[in-house]
């Protein structure tokens, strides 16, 4: 355990049985509360790093047991803490670490936030706030627990810059920050789909992926880009997307040269040069307000036996642990959703089992009995305050979730590795469970992200993580960014880097490239996707736009079967893999979307996946496994739906169109259009007028029950308004988790 480390580290007998003996509930005597903090003052006065993060360590676990030392001792540990700089500590415990003299009082004074009410900020935040608002490039590195979002607002706050661009990775993630900052709405227009006009009467605030930026065409100026978890631009983190954010910040800096801000947790360095050539500052830190004691559960568990005997005693300790834990806050880490899933019904049933059960009422139950099924595992999960967490679920159950678990109306989630992209939680615990990510093993920078979610700045002081498996190897940390490095660097990375920027190993193939026609090498550009693929679309378009296969291609509003084959074979062909994602085959995903298209109810391929389940069975193995077949049939279809309805097939079909466009063009030929489709698809099959509350988080089941009741020509800031004035009477047949959904949103 931490604290243990923190002994350690300080060699000395006493420190160890002190600090054990506090985080054992045991209180200390004045003596030895003033031994600890002498401990600490010599630590300090060395000014080292590694001596000062004991020292931080030591503070932190005296916070989290502040009410075993003696109130004689408070004025000693008060002079501590303020020279550490936790001021936000200071700030919350006023009561009781009152500070002394006008010098300490001056230097709290000057952590107040200049721009966010009462917000006091800790030592380090406060040179990184001094950095963001002087006009300074920023590259921050700094533990979960160090509050770099918080800085975000305080940028925002300030109205320092007018036009904004937050990417960040995950619509979950982008929704949190727009709740966040709806509060400056005055000031900024916040805009997070590419239909929305920029404001030219206030600021704007740009919520988006990187992919959005991409397809947004009339960005104004952009005063400064700020990039969330900005290591997916790595190509060694193996992330699909990292093509894209290279070239969002490509389009952005390389047009307007603006200010940016990235940050991310656990970076020891990135490129040689990009800091240099940005005129940025690269700012590491392992300054951190919360600590987390390190559990490990392999010692219980006989790792020699086979692997399903070694599963069954995991199964078995991590019930007696979660039973340990019941009236604290935890994250089970598990390495796929159907593992998330198995292991929080075997806890549900052992809860069942040992007459241990709690009845949850959440809101969301009845929602999910009235719009989904009343046989989904979920509810019953939800109903004794357990939950699931994973990329497939739908975007306002996901966010209910954790919002329950953030009030404590639930006791654990167990989660796969979509929590450890910036989700916020008030988790107290962390279980890691598994040790891969996926097929892949976790390494040391993803195991450091799920640690991170332990402990929580201004709740928890102390977290805790119990491993399972074996902890990765430490290792440093460095992020590329292929578009710097060009070492190696993809073609769609390389078609949008300035010529003056080429290194010369890349020189001849971006010749080669720039050989393109001109307009096509700009649909191309804009695409953002495989260079080769879409010429080899340009062609095999070129070749059927002039046969009989010209109505296959060049059809407009609502494809039919033949149609929508044609595309994805082409796409698959050329731009993507199947690789599973719910599906086999691209027939069998020309069926699921026929079927979504036809009923817009993704419950109707729900249905079809488990009677397709059901009769690949034996009627006595399909009785026995009804419950499990109809997870699974729901996780496979929110996956397919997720993955490919509402991010793949809308990209794909837009490539494959802008190149079709042009085909037809060059022949002299009329071209078909796909917009409608792509823009039914993108919004549920709902009206476009009214998208913009799917986008905030509302139900589709409530947002339906608006289509004839709200007026079609009018903006998304008029459906808002609308909305607003008239609240009560549009939702009175609305359920409460439906109205509490909407309410959220503004």
């Known amino acids: 355990m931490s604290d243990y480390i923190i002994c350690k580290a300080c060699k000395d007998v006493l420190m160890i049985d002190y600090m054990r003996r506090i985080n054992q509930g045991t209180p200390l005597s004045y003596d030895e509360s ?43 540990w008060t002079d501590i803490i303020e020279a550490l700089g936790f001021y936000p500590y200071l700030e919350k415990n006023k009561t009781t670490m009152v500070l002394e003299t006008f010098s300490d009082k001056i230097r709290r004074e000057s952590h107040l936030s200049e721009h966010l009410p009462l917000i006091y900020m800790h030592k380090e935040q406060k040179v990184l706030s001094d950095y963001l608002l002087s006009g300074k490039n920023v590259i921050a590195s700094a533990p979960t627990s160090f509050g770099k979002s918080l800085l975000i607002e305080e940028i925002v706050a300030s109205k320092k810059y007018n036009n904004i661009v937050i990417i960040q990775p ?3 993630l982008l929704d949190e920050t727009r709740l966040k900052l709806k509060k400056y709405s005055s000031s900024y227009k916040i805009i997070v789909r590419t239909k929305q006009s920029a404001a030219t009467d206030k600021g704007n605030l740009f919520l988006l992926t990187a992919e959005r930026v991409m397809e947004y065409e ?70 951190s307000l919360v600590d987390c004691n390190v559990v490990d559960m392999t010692d219980s568990i006989d790792l020699s036996k086979k692997n399903t005997e070694i599963e069954h005693e995991k199964c078995k300790q991590l019930c007696i642990l979660l039973d340990k834990l019941k009236d604290e806050q935890t994250l089970i880490y598990c390495s796929s959703p159907a593992r998330a899933r198995r292991f929080a019904k075997m806890y549900l049933e052992h809860l069942i089992a ?29 109903s004794h305050g357990i939950a699931i967490h994973d990329g497939s679920l739908q975007k306002h159950i996901g966010a209910s979730i954790i919002k329950y678990f953030n009030e404590k109306k639930l006791r654990c989630i167990f989660c796969t590795s979509t929590i450890i992209e910036g989700v916020n939680t008030s988790a107290k615990n962390v279980v890691l469970f598994d040790g891969f990510k996926g097929n892949k093993a976790i390494d040391y920078f993803d195991y450091s992200n799920i640690k991170g979610r332990s402990g929580r700045l201004m709740e928890h002081y102390v977290g805790r993580i119990y491993n399972f ?24 990375i390389l078609v949008n880097i300035p010529k003056r920027d080429l290194k010369n190993n890349v020189k001849q193939r971006y010749k080669e490239l720039y050989k393109i026609p001109p307009k096509l090498l700009d649909i191309i550009k804009r695409n953002g996707v495989s260079v080769d693929g879409q010429i080899n679309i340009f062609y095999k378009l070129n070749q059927d736009i002039n046969s009989d296969m010209y109505d296959i291609v060049a059809w407009s509003q609502m494809p039919n079967w033949n149609n929508m084959l044609y595309v994805l074979e082409l796409a698959e062909k050329n731009l993507f893999r199947i690789d599973n994602h719910g599906v086999y085959s691209i027939k069998q995903l020309v069926l699921y979307l026929d079927i979504y298209r036809k009923s817009k109810n993704i419950m109707e391929i729900v249905k079809h996946i488990y009677d397709y389940k059901l009769s690949r069975v034996r009627s006595e193995t399909a009785k026995k496994n009804r419950s499990k077949y109809y997870d699974e ?19 794909v079909f837009r490539v494959v169109e802008s190149l079709q466009h042009y085909v037809c063009e060059c022949n002299k030929k009329k071209a078909g259009s796909y917009s409608y489709f ?52 549009l939702t009175s047949d609305w359920i409460p988790y439906e109205k509490d959904k909407l309410n959220q949103c503004f």
């Not at 040992?354 to 019953?380: C, G, P, R």
């Not at 049939?633 to 990209?651: D, G, M, N, Q």
């Open 34 to 76: 003033f031994y600890i903090a002498r401990i600490c003052s010599i630590k300090l006065s060395k000014r080292d790093n590694k001596e000062q993060s004991v020292a931080r360590k030591i503070v932190i676990h005296i916070l989290n047991n502040w009410n075993l030392i003696p109130p004689e001792t408070y004025p000693i």
């Open 170 to 172: 995950t619509l979950a």
């Open 678 to 729: 792509i823009q039914q698809l993108e919004n549920d099959f709902i009206a476009e007028h009214l998208s913009i509350l799917v986008e905030f988080g509302v139900p589709i089941s409530a947002v339906r029950k608006l289509e004839d009741r709200i007026p079609r020509n009018m903006t998304d800031d008029e459906v808002i308004a609308y909305i607003q004035k008239n609240k009560e009477q």
């Open 218 to 287: 009339l960005l104004p100026k952009i005063d400064l880009l700020i990039i969330d978890e900005f290591y997916k631009m790595s190509l060694k983190r193996i992330d699909d997307r990292s093509d894209t954010l290279n070239n969002a910040f490509l389009k952005i800096i390389g047009k307007y040269n603006s200010k940016f801000y990235f940050l991310g947790p656990n970076i020891d360095g990135i490129t040689d040069g990009f800091a240099e050539k940005y005129n940025a500052i690269f700012y590491k830190s392992d300054y």
């Open 633 to 651: 049939s729901i996780e496979e279809a929110f996956h397919i739906y997720r993955h490919w309805f509402l991010f793949t097939i809308p990209k």
């Open 469 to 492: 498996v074996k902890a990765p190897t430490k290792e440093s940390v460095i992020i590329d960014i292929p578009f710097f490095e060009q070492n190696p660097v993809s073609d769609e």
């Open 354 to 382: 040992q007459n241990n059960s709690t009845d949850y009422s959440l809101a969301l139950i009845k929602w999910i009995e009235l719009n989904i099924s009343k046989k989904w595992s979920l509810v019953d999960l939800l």
